[in-house]
Each structure stands twice: as structure tokens, then as C-alpha cells.
């Protein structure tokens, strides 16, 4: 019998490629289970020998996030589970480990396309498009649209200068000139050679001397409500704030205190805690720019994406090293 790759949501990224690659070596079926007890027959019956599992964020989705209940469930068989996207907050890696089960990731291929909606959102916050957008529809013309600021030479603050961040403060520094900061768990062993960059020591650190400050941390206990209260009292009056990482990072009651205050210039957000739910709460300020989580909406992204996962999962099915293993499982 041949083995399995099991599709827990939509493939239609490369398709034909990924089809005409796969389907030599394993049987391609799809996820039509809708409860843990469905899902747990299925594995002995239609999933039954399946070796790897592509997986889909979908916050909508039964199975759209894979924990303790899902893994204690699949069967020995299963090595890989081939996760589309960079961040996998969606996934129990521990839980995964613990049954065996190894995880991987598509992390430089999300770079580009989230670093493009970062500057929309750094630039709406600022200039105040998102909110002139708004008084254009209403017949309003510019009718309380106070004068904006120009991101040219201000201070860029990074936290977190893995791929996704340093692509943006590479476009942000080259394009407008903006001076980078950027803060890690420790300085880069190799920064940048084409653009300037200045490590700060700490997040306040950062917080104090920043006009932007980009989030692109991946979400985790250590890094939920990286930013509360007492750091969003450290940011400068009318700074931006902008987040296209995981909606956890911030601590939305207090980000909408510091909003009613009228302290920031702007804020940015393409992601939430609770998707595909937004607080309406936010809706009240015409300085935030809300996108639903529009990160890697693109063809290209999306291709490049599954590209990595076929990667993954070929390598699995020949016996070879998985290219893409998420850190804590290396």
C-alpha cells in the first residue's frame, strides 16, 4: 500500500506541480473529517497509512488549530506535518514532538509580500491615508484631516530583525531614508552591509527613541503582550505603532486607552488576537489602519509558500533531511 499525504485545507498554490510531484509517490486525499471522533475512524480508513500532513492556517476550521486532542490521534505512520506559513502559533509543536511528530515551516518565502504590507501600513499610519480614504467616500474632501508627517529621516524601530523585519528596514532605510534601530534577544552576529543599523539593548530602549515601531516577533507565552501598557507609555507622542506579526504581541484594552488619549499618530494592524474577530472598539479611531490579515495575499507569496511545503514533504516521503524544521524541533 502506498502512503498518504493528507490535505487539511485548500491546495490550489501550484498545483498542478505540486500533484504532478507528489502523486507518484503517495495517494493525495483531502481532510473531510469535522470532529475529533470522524477524524480518529478516518486515520484507520481513508487516512490510513498517512506519512505526511499539509496544514492550512484557517482560523475558521475545526482543525484550525493542532494540539494535544489532534496529535495523540494521529497515527505512527505520520512523520511530518507540513505547515503553510512562517509563523505556526496554530500548531502545538510540543505536542508534536511528544508523539513523534516533526514540524515544518515556510519562513524567507513570506518575506517580501509581509514586508509590503508592513510599509502600506507604516505609511497609511503616518500620512493618514486609510483615514483620508475614508473622508473621500463620505463626500467630506479633506474636512478634519489635520496635517500628516513624512516618514523621510524619522526613526524606524524594529523589533525583531529576523527576515521579515530586515526587509523592511531595508526598503524603509534605502527608499525613504529612515535611520534604523532594532531590537533582539541579542545583536546580530552579521548585520546588514548595505543600509546602517543600531542595535538597542532592550525594548524600552527602543520604545523611547522610535517614530515607527514595526513588530515582527513570532508569538509565543514569552512574547504575548510584548507590548502593554508600560511599553506603550515608553513610545513617543505621536509616534506609529504597527503590527503585521500575531495580535497577541499587543495588549489591545491598553493600546485603546493610549488611543483615547490621542498620543499616537497612528497605528497599523493586519493581525489580531481572536481572528478572523476584530474589536470593534478600534473601528472609533480613523488614525488606525486595519487590513484582515493580509500578509501573504498574493499569488506569488502563496506559490512560493508551497513550494517550501512540496520541499518538505517530497523530502519525507524519500527518506531524506526536512529543509524546513521549525527551531524547537531541531
Known amino acids: 500500500m502506498s502512503p498518504k499525504v493528507l490535505l487539511m485545507g485548500p491546495m490550489p498554490y501550484v498545483k498542478e506541480h505540486f500533484f504532478a510531484q507528489v502523486s507518484p509517490l503517495a495517494e493525495i486525499v483531502q481532510l473531510s473529517s469535522v470532529s475529533y471522533e470522524e477524524l480518529e475512524t478516518d486515520f484507520t480508513t481513508k487516512y490510513s497509512g498517512v506519512k505526511a500532513i499539509y496544514h492550512f492556517r484557517d ?3 475545526f ?3 493542532l494540539g494535544e486532542d489532534f496529535f495523540k490521534r494521529v497515527p505512527e505512520s505520520c512523520k511530518v506535518v507540513c505547515h503553510l506559513g512562517a509563523g505556526y502559533d496554530d500548531i502545538d509543536v510540543e505536542s508534536a514532538k511528544k508523539y513523534g511528530i516533526r514540524v515544518t515551516h515556510t519562513p524567507s518565502a513570506v518575506d517580501d509580500a ?7 501600513l507604516i505609511i497609511s499610519a503616518m500620512r493618514q491615508f486609510a483615514k483620508a480614504e475614508v473622508a473621500c467616500r463620505a463626500g467630506e474632501w479633506k474636512k478634519n484631516l489635520p496635517l500628516a508627517r513624512d516618514p523621510e529621516h524619522k526613526t524606524l524601530g524594529i523589533v525583531g530583525m529576523g527576515g521579515i523585519g530586515t ?3 531595508r526598503r524603509m532605510a534605502l527608499g525613504w531614508g529612515m535611520k534604523v534601530i532594532y531590537y533582539n534577544r541579542k545583536k546580530l552576529a552579521k548585520e546588514p552591509g548595505d543600509f546602517v543599523v543600531e542595535y538597542k539593548e532592550s525594548l524600552d530602549a527602543l520604545l523611547e527613541k522610535a517614530d515607527v515601531v514595526s513588530l515582527h516577533v513570532p ?12 511599553q ?5 507622542t505621536g509616534s506609529v505603532l504597527v503590527n503585521t506579526a500575531r495580535g497577541g504581541l499587543i495588549d489591545e484594552c ?3 486607552e493610549v488611543l483615547s488619549s490621542g498620543k499616537l499618530q497612528g497605528v497599523g494592524l493586519d493581525v489580531y488576537p481572536d481572528e478572523p474577530r476584530i474589536n470593534q472598539e478600534f473601528f472609533k479611531y480613523p488614525c488606525v489602519t486595519l487590513l484582515p490579515h493580509m500578509g501573504t495575499e498574493t499569488w506569488d507569496s502563496r506559490d512560493k509558500m508551497a513550494l517550501m511545503v512540496l520541499d518538505n514533504i517530497l523530502a519525507c516521503l524519500k527518506g531524506e533531511a526536512l529543509p524546513n524544521i521549525v527551531p524547537e524541533h531541531q
Open 63 to 65: 482543525f484550525g488549530h
Open 59 to 61: 482560523p475558521g476550521s
Open 232 to 236: 506603550l507609555d515608553k513610545m513617543k
Open 167 to 169: 526587509v523592511v528596514a
Open 114 to 120: 509581509t514586508a509590503t504590507t508592513t510599509i502600506y
Open 219 to 230: 508569538m509565543s507565552a514569552k512574547t504575548k503582550d510584548l507590548i502593554g501598557k508600560a
Open 254 to 256: 491598553a493600546l485603546l
